[in-house]
């Protein structure tokens, strides 16, 4: 690891620890300072409140250059959010930038929570029923919540 993506990986995780992002938690392995341990709490008003969902999420080598992976480790239904955790967010993707930061990556993640896409699925099945029947689509993720993500 070259001396500034160190550094850069040590100042975002203090600053992740000193003023975490409201609702998430992000905690470096002690054994991998690339590989950060989340809880991420559900927003309010989403079919998602009440629910603590665990993620994982990994620097790559040439990070800030590449996007960090991040996939959901709590079962989650989501039309963005794929049977694996995957996570379809162009932020991740296309729209990465070495600007941003992984706070930014985890509240992005979180307002996806709050307003999911169907238009861009990646869990296929989820996305059809949250445009054709999007009542029910809700319930299943309010009752997939209390089952998987509550205490």
Same mark, same amino acid.
């Not at 690339?34 to 991420?40: A, S």
């Given at each position: 690891m070259t001396h500034g993506l160190t550094r850069r990986i =040590?100042?975002?995780t203090r600053n992740l620890s000193r003023d975490p992002p409201p609702g998430i938690s992000a905690i470096p392995d002690e054994n991998n300072c690339? +590989? !950060?341990? #989340? #809880?991420?709490a559900g927003?309010?008003?989403s079919? +998602?409140?009440?629910g603590l969902f665990r993620l994982e999420l990994f620097l790559p080598e040439n990070y800030p250059l590449a996007p960090p992976g991040v996939r !959901?480790?709590?079962?989650i239904y989501h039309p963005n959010i794929d049977?694996?955790?995957?996570?379809? =967010?162009?932020?991740?993707k296309a729209q990465w930038s070495p600007a941003l930061q992984i706070r930014t990556v985890l509240l992005s993640i979180q307002a996806l929570l709050g307003s999911p896409n169907p238009d861009d699925p990646l869990a296929n099945d989820v996305a059809t029923l949250w445009?054709?029947?999007?009542g029910d689509a809700v319930a299943t993720a309010r009752e997939w919540t209390r089952i998987y993500a509550m205490e």
């Open positions: =040590l100042v975002e690339r +590989y !950060f341990h #989340v #809880v991420m927003p309010a008003g079919p +998602y409140e009440g !959901f480790l709590t079962r049977n694996l955790g995957r996570i379809c =967010l162009d932020l991740l445009k054709t029947r999007e």
